[in-house]
């Protein structure tokens, strides 16, 4: 059985600082993780993805996660925020157990103030 | 060039009445997926299929019939429409390995 926790369900930073939006996990196997975004009215697009590679993964705009398998997160960091990253995060597990399935967070809406 | 397109974006319709939604995707993908989000943005898989055969079926009503003509397509007829079923519905695929999802823009569905 897998599951993911979004420790945050609303995340506000101001435009400039940093970003931090947290994630725990639990998987059977050893998992894929994925964050994804959706801004409003639009579908999910992928930031970054592990799967088992270098356990520090770089996304697009400026994004990264750290896989900490000790600690069973998946952080999704960004040093700078900037106004057109608010929207709402969602971190993904997938476990390769009996069937290809994956585990959405409940997600996290960043609000970026000016 | 869209590589999971569904349609339509938008639908609104009446309670009872009987509604569909096609997907179809241009990546090579065995698997497809449709999601449903709802207001809370809580996103719950449906069904999930891979080379046209039914691989997950999430407690769904069976109302919700998904149909696969081949492997590139996964449509979802809703019959007896009610009014919890308005959301978000997506449609996604994947392909082999650790891959991510592929996400289309999603079909809002209001039944009044």
């Known amino acids: 059985a897998q599951s993911v926790t979004q420790l945050d369900s609303h995340v506000s930073v101001s435009e400039g600082t940093p970003v931090l939006l947290r994630c725990n996990y639990s998987s059977s196997y050893s998992p894929s993780l994925f964050w994804y975004v959706q801004h409003p009215n639009k579908g999910l697009q992928l930031l970054l993805k592990y799967t088992s590679a270098a356990t520090l993964v770089k996304g697009i705009n400026g994004f990264e996660a750290e896989f900490k398998k000790s600690e069973t997160s998946f952080h999704l960091t960004k040093p700078s925020a900037h106004m057109s990253d608010a929207a709402e995060y969602f971190c993904v597990v997938s476990d390769w157990g009996s069937a290809r399935q994956l585990t959405f967070g409940s997600g996290t809406q960043l609000t970026v103030l000016p | 060039d869209t590589a999971v397109s569904q349609t339509p974006k938008y639908l609104v319709t009446q309670m009872g009445n009987d509604k569909s939604i096609k997907c179809e995707q241009n990546l090579g993908h065995d698997t497809m997926y449709w999601y449903k989000q709802d207001s809370k943005k809580f996103l719950k898989i449906m069904f999930s299929?891979?080379?046209?055969?039914?691989?997950i079926n999430e407690t769904v009503p069976n109302r919700f019939s998904p149909k696969s003509p081949d492997k590139a397509h996964l449509n979802l007829h809703i019959n007896s429409l009610e009014l919890g079923d308005s959301a978000v519905y997506f449609c996604a695929s994947t392909g082999d390995g650790h891959s991510p999802l592929h996400f289309g823009n999603g079909t809002r569905l209001t039944v009044t």
């Open positions: 299929y891979n080379n046209k055969e039914l691989i």
